[in-house]
């Protein structure tokens, strides 16, 4: 694994975006799975700026998002796919159609699961996965389980998450309990993953998901299984891995 440290927010999303654009670069049509949540919305920024400067062209690029609430259609301002609109593809040169995005409000969750997935296997294998980390350890909506589950699924989003993203709704009674997740198999199955942590409120389990027990408790944790890691947060989220003396890139 690769960790880098950095000062701040800022510097995270600058560190994390220079990672992106090299694969981006390495290779034009590679496939990026991508993520939501506040911690991204800084690399999307400087991935765009990088675009609009013409130093990064998309026009090739495909890309599969993680996971998307359920009963929310795109135009919800709420929904992940007005998400990856509004902070990303609205301001690089992507064509649309390369984006991919759970279907929310698809009438079986069940089968829209299953055209995810099928969806997954057909592009291959991310070249690179970007993820975030939930405070209980979750990555996509692979919330803390009795067993890792492999394939695209339905989750019911536990207490911890609603409660996180209760701030984006005006009602908590609005917030979706359910969701459809990427799932640790096609997680793990990317070449390469790229985690963004930020803030001291992650510092318990960013430690606890790469210096504690691999178990489905920590989701995170199967990433110390992935041979290809590259760890980007500030000095706040990886204080805690840091006591335990890991070994640092920069
Ligand atoms: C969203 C996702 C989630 C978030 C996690 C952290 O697509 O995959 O696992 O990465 O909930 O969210 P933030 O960045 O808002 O702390």
């Known amino acids: 694994m690769q960790i880098y440290v950095t000062n701040d927010y800022e510097a995270m999303s600058r560190r994390a975006a220079a990672v992106m654009a090299a694969q981006?670069?390495?290779?034009?049509?590679?496939?990026?799975?991508?993520?939501?949540?506040?911690t991204p919305v800084g690399l999307y920024r400087e991935l765009a700026a990088g675009c609009a400067a013409g130093d990064l062209d998309f026009s090739h690029?495909?890309?599969?998002?993680?996971?998307?609430?359920?009963?929310?259609?795109?135009?919800?301002?709420?929904?992940?796919?007005?998400?990856?609109?509004?902070?990303?593809?609205?301001?690089?040169?992507?064509?649309?159609?390369?984006?991919?995005?759970?279907?929310?409000?698809?009438?079986?969750?069940?089968?829209?699961?299953?055209?995810?997935?099928?969806?997954?296997?057909e592009l291959g294998p991310a070249d690179m996965q970007l993820l975030g980390m939930g405070h209980n350890g979750h990555i996509g909506f692979n919330e803390p389980a009795d067993a890792f589950i492999a394939p695209t699924h339905v989750v019911e989003l536990t207490e911890s998450t609603i409660n996180a993203n209760a701030r984006f709704f005006a009602d908590r009674e609005e917030v979706p309990k359910k969701a459809l997740t990427m799932g640790v198999g096609a997680i793990m199955r990317a070449k390469r993953i790229l985690m963004v942590v930020s803030g001291a409120d992650k510092t318990a389990a960013v430690k606890a998901a790469f210096a504690g027990p691999i178990t489905p408790r920590m989701p995170a944790s199967i990433l110390q299984l992935h041979p290809d890691v590259v760890l980007v947060g500030d000095q706040a989220a990886l204080a805690g891995l840091l006591e335990t003396g890991v070994a640092v890139c920069g």
Not at 90 to 118: F, M, Q, S, W
Request: net charge negative; aromatic share 8%.
């Open 61 to 121: 690029v495909r890309t599969a998002n993680l996971d998307e609430y359920a009963g929310l259609d795109g135009t919800h301002d709420q929904s992940y796919r007005y998400f990856m609109n509004k902070n990303l593809f609205d301001h690089i040169n992507i064509d649309k159609a390369n984006t991919h995005v759970p279907n929310g409000k698809a009438p079986d969750l069940e089968a829209e699961c299953r055209r995810y997935e099928a969806l997954l296997k």
């Open 24 to 38: 981006v670069i390495a290779k034009p049509d590679c496939l990026l799975g991508l993520a939501t949540g506040s």
